[in-house]
């Protein structure tokens, strides 16, 4: 039996949205998967604790009839965090925020997004802008889809946004990190949690947000689309982490050239 030695790292400062502090930085989606059994099993072992869901889309109790995604995602459990997808207007959204209200009795943290467009589903940022300030009037605390501009994320902080959550890439293509620069910006300029939001295809993709100084990542499609999707949402999990001590951590400096890893001066012969 070997002796472990333990390599206590300094805490880390735990992510924290709207005055409620999180362990996890991973929030995940629950469309797309087969059933109902394997979304829960999916987002146990993604170690989430935000789980959001499209009122527009999900039973959440609108119909008496049909299974009830609370049923599998209890909101004793999770912080549910109802989200627009499926809107492309201000007024869309804001109507679907207050049902969510609602259904979810007086729950006000929602993930506004408002779609411009079927194709790329990338935000209409001028109908969020207007959706934004309605909601957060209304005494809603939003989180908000947006495009990886730096300046639009920064209006949307200075509105009152609660995060900022731009997109890595389109909806649901996996295509991973389009613009690390800007992400880098948004980050920078931030007084308020920066989650990327969408496009996420595979692990090393959150790793990269996390490496960038991303408070969380927000997917859906690439663990419901795995192959199998409780090992990818487990993948998922340490990724996140992977990428949130490596950038604690701090990368070393890239070199155009080589150094040699073991020192040359002092040689034996
Ligand atoms: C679930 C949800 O809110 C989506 O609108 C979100 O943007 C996730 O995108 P991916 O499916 O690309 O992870």
Redesign the pocket.
Known sequence: MTDTIEHPLPEDRPLEIAGRVYRSRLLV???KYRDLAETGRAIEASGAEIV?V?VRRTNLGQNPDEPNLLDVISPERYTILP?T?GCFTAKDAVRTCRLARELLDGHDLV?L?VLGEEKTLYPNMTETLVAAETLIRDGFKVMV?CSDDPLLAKRLEDMGCVAIMP?GAP????LGIQNRYNIRLIVENARVPVLV????GTASDATIAMELGCDGV?????IAQARDPVRMADAMRLAIEAGRQAYLAGRMPKKRYASASSPIDGTFF
């Not at 909806?171 to 996996?174: A, D, K, L």
């Not at 939001?197 to 996420?200: E, H, K, N």
Request: proline share 0%; glycine share 20%; net charge negative.
């Open positions: 989606g629950t469309g959001t499209a989200n997808a993930k997004e889809y997109l909806i649901g293509s996996g939001d969408a496009g996420v927000l997917m859906n499609t690439a």
